[in-house]
């Protein structure tokens, strides 16, 4: 094979699994986070403009991740979103429904190592999804980044998930 490893950044977890229960009850939100948040509908996110990103996603933002959204990267956000869903919904709606139904595949039979960066104020995928993964994945580590959030991860650990993909790539 020629994967030598694999980082995941603010991953879902399958939610279905028979055990998921136990990581919400050892792994609770600590940053208020509830499952009555509301999703935007796609065509808001289609839509969306640069200064429209922080109220959209709303209550699932942390602070370091409305930092982000109100800051220098809101135009490329707002981009990203309107580029990604102008083909259609479909990608997006395989993507919300990965953590709602069973993956259909062993993570413990799997043997590259596995960086799992994870927030722990991340507040859409709450840190109970980085100790799910970390643990059930066979050769996985668990960076659990204090402060931060679902987006804010990716911009203020980018050093840090890059080090770690060119580790993997050397070795």
Known sequence: MRCKGAVTIAGD????????????EKYPPKNGASGDFEFPSLEEFRTCKPNQVVQLLGE?????????????FRSDLSDAMNHG????????LDDFESDASPWGIDLE?????????????????????????AEKLG??????????????????????IIEKAIDFLNH
């Open 13 to 24: 977890a399958p939610r279905v699994s028979d055990d998921w229960d136990s990581f919400i």
């Open 60 to 72: 699932g933002l942390s602070s370091k991740d409305i930092e982000i959204c109100s800051g220098e």
């Open 85 to 92: 869903l102008a083909p259609g919904d479909f990608g997006a």
């Open 109 to 133: 039979a799997m043997t590259k190592p596995v960086a799992v960066f994870q927030g722990d104020e991340d507040r859409l995928c709450t840190p109970a999804h980085g100790y799910f993964l």
């Open 139 to 160: 050769n996985a580590e668990l960076f659990l980044e204090s402060g931060e959030g679902h987006i804010s991860l990716m911009y203020n650990k980018t050093p840090q």
